[in-house]
């Protein structure tokens, strides 16, 4: 009797010992390397390799906010991103998805420098590692922020601005954020690869583009932008009729519902057809129809009179690259 008492005891430790090690927060399998290689993202793509059904394993409860591995198998990663977009949410401003609209995330206990991912096993189940192959940078995203980090499970993981992106098992479909704020560690990935929502959102913001630099973005985060045949005094609009079309006026905004921006730069000024319009610095500013999501400037330079406004009113001249 007391031998096989003893023979159990040695059994349940043993067991609990397996499950430490497979469960642990260091992220690490036994047998795999514990660094990471980072490298240029590279071409091609994979086929979806994730359910549903994997939301269940690991669940929020489980993998909310660890890390660590089950089995030591390399993770089951998604397919790859493809170009790259920004989607506008009004809680958390623009938010990094794949080419088919899912959020991408970001893992606290990873790391952007170097560039390592922390998160494996059943973790990777809950947390699919986007991979880097193919994956390319819309007009809101810098290019030299896309890159790649090698996973320790031997995944090629996309990374943006050193941060490791991952999507969400329990993300269904296109502009889903599920992900966001699980366990206090998982937060949708922002153009820069900060966490997005950081920063407060306002009827005017400022968003730092890749291209021209810190740009005013309306409350939708559509950038804004100036006509040269307007003026600011004495009051002109240059812009009318089938003008509207394609260049919106943009709505007024509440002055204390600003991001980044003085309240004393910010006005409403009233068109002759009676539209009550936004004003920077007193010009009259619009939205460009042919913008899609944050970060495009598809209407800067159009003519060579449509601009968009820096943080101080003024209107930006620079080109975009192509």
């Known amino acids: 009797m007391i031998t096989r008492r003893r023979a159990g005891l040695a059994a349940a430790a043993v067991a609990t010992l397996a499950l430490t090690a497979a469960c642990g927060s260091s992220g690490n399998q036994a047998g795999t390397p514990t660094t990471d290689t980072v490298q240029p993202a590279g071409q091609g793509s994979a086929d979806y390799g994730y359910g549903a059904s994997g939301s269940d394993q690991g669940g929020d409860g489980a993998y909310g906010g660890q890390a660590g591995g089950e089995d030591g198998k390399a993770a089951k990663a998604g397919p790859g991103a493809g170009k790259l977009a920004l989607s506008s949410s009004p809680e958390l401003g623009p938010v990094v998805t794949d080419a088919k609209g899912m959020t991408l995330y970001r893992f606290d206990k990873d790391t952007p420098d170097p560039a390592k991912s922390n998160c494996s096993g059943a973790c990777a189940t809950t947390w699919p590692p986007v991979p880097a192959d193919g994956a390319t940078a819309p007009a809101g995203i810098s290019k030299s922020d896309l890159g790649s980090v090698t996973r320790a499970d031997g995944v090629k993981q996309l990374t943006i601005a050193g941060w490791p992106a991952y999507r969400y098992v329990k993300d269904t479909k296109p502009g889903d954020t599920n992900g966001q704020g699980v366990g206090g560690t998982w937060n949708a990935l922002a153009a820069d690869g900060k966490k997005a929502g950081a920063q407060k959102l306002g009827d005017v913001s400022v968003f730092k583009h890749?291209?021209?630099?810190?740009?005013?973005?309306?409350?939708?985060?559509?950038?804004?932008?100036?006509?040269?045949?307007?003026?600011?005094?004495?009051?002109?609009?240059?812009?009318?009729?089938?003008?509207?079309?394609?260049?919106?006026?943009?709505?007024?905004?509440?002055?204390?519902?600003?991001?980044?921006?003085?309240?004393?730069?910010?006005?409403?000024?009233?068109?002759?057809?009676?539209?009550?319009?936004?004003a920077v610095d007193c010009w009259p500013v619009y939205w460009f129809t042919g913008d899609k999501q944050p970060g495009d400037i598809n209407g800067q330079g159009k003519m060579g009179l449509w601009f968009a406004v820096s943080k101080d009113g003024k209107k930006i001249t620079s080109t975009p690259e192509g």
Not at 210 to 226: A, C, F, H, N, S
Not at 229 to 240: E, H, Q, T, V, Y
């Open 210 to 278: 890749p291209e021209l630099g810190e740009i005013l973005v309306d409350g939708k985060q559509r950038t804004l932008y100036r006509f040269n045949k307007d003026s600011a005094w004495p009051m002109k609009f240059g812009c009318n009729d089938a003008c509207l079309d394609t260049w919106k006026p943009a709505k007024p905004a509440d002055r204390s519902k600003l991001t980044g921006i003085p309240e004393k730069l910010i006005t409403t000024v009233t068109r002759p057809d009676g539209i009550r319009q936004l």
